[in-house]
């Protein structure tokens, strides 16, 4: 009996330290292949550290070198969901504040917008001064822009230019930049697209010249003016039958065109007006960062 005890516990012995020379091979061999840039390989492997450690840190660590791996290959979205599995876990603030800049970003550039935004929200209310804590307010900022919600995103761009760590006089020149950016002028005024069909459906074609679209106005006009005269001319030579079906049917496909534009037109006008505006902002304010070595 004393014997096969012995005999158990030198095997579970053996076991174990075979178990945790398998799993520091298998990381090894995981960022090895990293290394050499075989990055789909590489997040096989970091899958298989995750599955086969029982250490919670180094499964923490799995995941976030399994998230990079896809980052690489551009995929931001499977980083995300690999990033997800952390929460998972009971973390640090130091741990949190990483995981949800990486989950922030990572949705950020799949332009899952609203979702990245709650995560800037988490990682803003963790109280710690670290290079994540203070990118993820920058990445809010971004992220508020794309969601045109301009008012937030200057305060965020404030908040950051008093943290960053730069000189008191670049802080000064990174702020009157945010302040001179944002102003009333500079920001996109946006067309509502519910006062512009309102607009055309009172008076043809006035939508899409609230809209910015003469050319399209016109064009509209002219075909609903179009349908009227062949209307008219029908009547006027007692085809009434072609004017009750044809003319009026011309009449109000073109009037309904016009209107139903709008659901194009504005939204791209739109998208067009806020895109230049965020991404000159973005690459201009990056370029300040880096002259200054902030990032």
Not at 27 to 36: G, K, T
Not at 85 to 92: A, P, V
Request: hydrophobic residues 40%; charged residues 20%.
């Amino acid at each position: 009996m004393k014997i096969n005890t012995i005999y158990w516990l030198a095997l579970s012995c053996l076991l174990v330290n075979s178990s945790t020379k398998a799993q520091s091979r298998s990381a090894f061999e995981a960022d090895s292949v990293f290394a050499l840039g075989q990055y789909e390989e590489a997040a096989t492997a970091y899958e298989r550290v995750f599955f086969f450690t029982k250490n919670i840190d180094k499964k923490i660590q799995a995941l976030l070198n399994r998230a990079n791996c896809f980052k690489k290959l551009g995929l931001n979205y499977e980083a995300y969901r690999s990033l997800v599995r952390i929460e998972n876990f009971e973390l640090n603030d130091s741990i949190r504040c990483v995981s949800y800049y990486e989950l922030a970003l990572n949705l950020y550039l799949s332009s899952y917008f609203n979702d990245a935004e709650k995560y800037c929200a988490k990682a803003a209310s963790i109280p710690i001064n670290s290079k994540e804590y203070k990118n993820a307010v920058l990445l809010h900022a971004l992220v508020l822009n794309e969601l045109n919600n301009y008012s937030q995103a200057r305060l965020k761009l404030q908040d950051y230019c008093v943290g960053a760590n730069v000189q008191v006089n670049a802080r000064d020149s990174l702020s009157n930049f945010v302040n001179r950016y944002y102003s009333k002028d500079n920001i996109p005024k946006l067309k509502s697209l519910k006062k512009a069909r309102r607009l055309s459906k009172c008076l043809p074609g006035a939508g899409l010249f609230y809209a910015g679209k003469p050319g399209k106005a016109f064009a509209n006009i002219g075909f609903q003016l179009l349908a009227v005269g062949y209307t008219a001319a029908n009547i006027y030579v007692t085809n009434y039958i072609t004017a009750a079906s044809a003319g009026l049917f011309m009449m109000r496909s073109f009037y309904t065109g016009g209107v139903n534009q709008l659901n194009e037109v504005i939204p791209k006008r739109n998208y067009e007006k806020t895109r230049k505006f965020n991404d000159n902002f973005k690459s201009a304010f990056i370029k300040k960062l880096n002259d200054y070595n902030a990032l």
